[in-house]
């Protein structure tokens, strides 16, 4: 383990958040609220002189491997989320650290699961930073600084692999830098077209802002304690038609930019994703019209898409009290939220292309015991997949479901009924945020006890880095010499 460059990553990390504490900042002076900007000058100057000083004797050797790549990259978003909680503390918002953390891990994580029992009333400034936390998170801290800083030399891939959602991360451009410089132009991008969008449907600049920081980090916090359901029918299309952008794979929009129509038409996760997405809102819309629960077939059907593309992106926003609907609009949901968007995107949970690559491996396996002499092999986008990846996807799916089951039995210790505690790991774990019951999109995670918080935020940040910088960061081979 070459500790120099640990050591030197995770205080440019501290350096980083000093630096983005400028914009609560300068909301907080914009809205004359002097306390919280007192916080945030502290927490500005505080830990940009931490981080230069930390990082001020730059290691000889500035190479990151595999393992080196994924402990600072768990490390760097534990250390974000503990620094980043400090504002909710010290501005009074969430008096309890750990609750503070809890919500802070929500919003880097992009999960949007909250303990606040309500937002109303909440500083400008704080309110900012709580939504600016899924911005942030949505493409990556360490993607980010890799856009803006020369920190590492080559290898910076391990970076990317740790913290980019998929099975598998490429470069999409030759240089590494310049791949991640390019992903952000595309993000701030579509952050830029929201915020136009939404301020012409009638949002003031503030809401605007804060509302497509949730939407287009697919994070989920809302500025009022009515949530997006207070918002006009238009701004709620405008959320649709962003939420579903974004939990696309981003490649698929560097395709468009550089007219590779036929590569990004040949995308077969942005296929099924499409279809499931149409398909499980109309099947849905029939479902809660027939029960009566709403007037006409078109809110029916608004409402549902409205919701299923919003757990399906991991946003976790709400127009309805979706735990209120019958039970197989429910139980689909919930269906939707293990699945999760494409890989590549902003969005969580397991992927379209995991589940891609699964379900064809057991069709190639059946096809085999059939015919024994036959040889298939895995395709996605019209070609083979790599026998490393496929075997990476059963690993991941075997761990998923290893930290599903202990995370569920020991959020079950709080004796909560089994909606509740199997919903709320699996919004966790799979970044979506609202699940049903106590968690429900009208609830909160506030009743929890604090043993369950930290495994449920455990679980926010396994989810978030696909699971193995996490365990990496944790198992003791990863510290020994040999």
């Not at 919280?36 to 990082?55: D, E, N, Q, R, W």
């Not at 997006?228 to 405008?238: D, E, F, R, V, W």
């Not at 998923?400 to 966790?428: M, N, P, Q, R, W």
């Not at 193995?468 to 081979?477: A, G």
Request: overall charge positive.
């Amino acid at each position: 383990m070459n500790y120099s460059v640990v050591r030197f990553m995770i205080f440019k990390v501290i350096e980083l958040i000093g630096i983005l504490m400028l914009l609560p900042f300068l909301v907080a002076i914009i809205y004359r609220e002097n306390m919280a900007a007192t916080v945030f000058l502290g927490m500005l100057i505080g830990c940009i002189v931490v981080g230069a000083v930390g990082s001020h004797f730059r290691p000889k050797k500035i190479t990151l491997y595999a393992k080196e790549g994924f402990v600072v990259t768990a490390l760097s978003w534990i250390i974000i989320s503990l620094f980043g909680a400090l504002p909710f503390v010290l501005t009074g918002t969430i008096p309890s650290y750990v609750d503070a953390v809890f919500e802070t891990i929500s919003g880097f994580t992009t999960t949007g699961a909250s303990i606040l029992n309500g937002v109303d009333g909440m500083l400008k400034s704080v309110q900012f930073w709580r939504t600016f936390s899924h911005w942030i998170g949505g493409m990556g801290v360490l993607v980010f600084m890799m856009a803006v800083m020369p920190l590492v030399d080559g290898n910076g891939m391990h970076i990317m692999r740790a913290e980019s959602p998929g099975p598998s991360v490429g470069k999409i451009v030759p240089k590494l830098k310049d791949t991640a410089r390019t992903l952000y132009i595309i993000y701030f991008g579509i952050t830029l077209v929201e915020i136009i969008c939404l301020w012409i449907s009638g949002l003031d600049l503030y809401a605007a802002m804060t509302i497509t920081f949730s939407t287009v980090g697919t994070g989920g916090f809302a500025i009022t304690n009515s949530g997006i359901g207070g918002y006009s029918t238009l701004t709620q299309a405008i959320i649709i038609v962003f939420m579903a952008i974004c939990g696309v794979n981003f490649s698929v929009y560097y395709y468009i930019i550089t007219k590779r129509f036929r590569d990004a038409w040949h995308c077969d996760e942005m296929k099924w994703y499409f279809v499931t997405m149409f398909g499980s809102a109309t099947l849905i819309a029939i479902n809660v019209y027939r029960a009566g629960l709403l007037p006409t077939p078109y809110l029916s059907f608004h409402h549902a898409l409205f919701a299923v593309t919003s757990i399906m992106t991991t946003t976790g926003f709400g127009t309805e009290d979706f735990n209120l609907w019958p039970e197989f609009s429910r139980t689909l949901l919930v269906t939707l939220t293990m699945i999760g968007a494409c890989a590549g995107s902003t969005g969580g949970g397991f992927k379209f292309s995991r589940l891609i690559i699964i379900l064809r491996t057991i069709k190639n396996e059946l096809t085999f015991i059939i015919h024994p002499k036959s040889i298939k092999k895995v395709y996605m986008d019209g070609r083979a997949v790599e026998g490393t990846t496929v075997k990476s996807v059963s690993a991941y799916l075997g761990i998923y479901v290893v930290i599903y089951v202990i995370s569920f039995l020991i959020v079950s210790l709080d004796g909560f009924d089994f909606e509740t505690s199997f919903t709320a790991v699996a919004a966790t774990l799979n970044n979506v945020g609202p699940g049903l019951n106590m968690v429900g999109p009208m609830g909160n995670y506030s009743q929890f006890s604090v043993l369950s918080k930290v495994v449920l935020m455990f679980d926010m940040l396994a989810g978030r880095l696909e699971l193995l910088p996490i365990l990496i960061l944790l198992s003791p081979q990863t510290y020994k010499r040999k």
